[in-house]
Nanobody, 126 residues
Framework: QVHLEEAGGGSITAGGSLKLSCTASASTYTHYCVAWFRQGPEQVREWVAYTYTGSDETDFADSVKGRFSISRDRARNTLFLQMNNLNPNDSASYYC???????????????????WGQGTQVTVSS
């Protein structure tokens, strides 16, 4: 069982930055796909980005490419999502998700992840 806990959400004006964190209680001997998804009011949950812990490969949705980045603190088993140049379309609840994986072929679908955090709210005002 993997427990994920997000933090770092908040309210910010357009053009600003936020850094979300996802701390995992997970084996350090197992590799995971770790993804970020977001869901706005009355919207489907959409994939934002993922990384594979075995190689640190990352991929980002076109809507955030060039503005968002992923980093890790291995000692704290924590993943970070740095979000820059935020705009109101980025407002959503952001969720961290994980799945055990033996390769960097990580899923962009919610069904591909077994473990989920509780979410953290990001609100961007114009």
């Amino acid at each position: 069982q993997v427990h994920l806990e997000e933090a770092g959400g908040g309210s910010i004006t357009a053009g600003g930055s936020l850094k979300l964190s996802c701390t995992a209680s997970a084996s350090t001997y197992t590799h995971y796909c770790v993804a970020w998804f977001r869901q706005g009011p009355e919207q489907v949950r959409e994939w934002v980005a993922y990384t594979y812990t075995g190689s640190d490969e990352t991929d980002f949705a076109d809507s955030v490419k060039g503005r968002f980045s992923i980093s890790r603190d291995r000692a704290r088993n924590t993943l970070f999502l740095q979000m820059n140049n935020l705009n109101p379309n980025d407002s959503a609840s952001y969720y961290c998700a994980a799945a055990v994986s033996i390769s960097a072929s990580c899923s962009r679908r919610t069904a591909g992840y077994h473990y989920w955090g509780q979410g953290t709210q990001v609100t961007v005002s114009s």
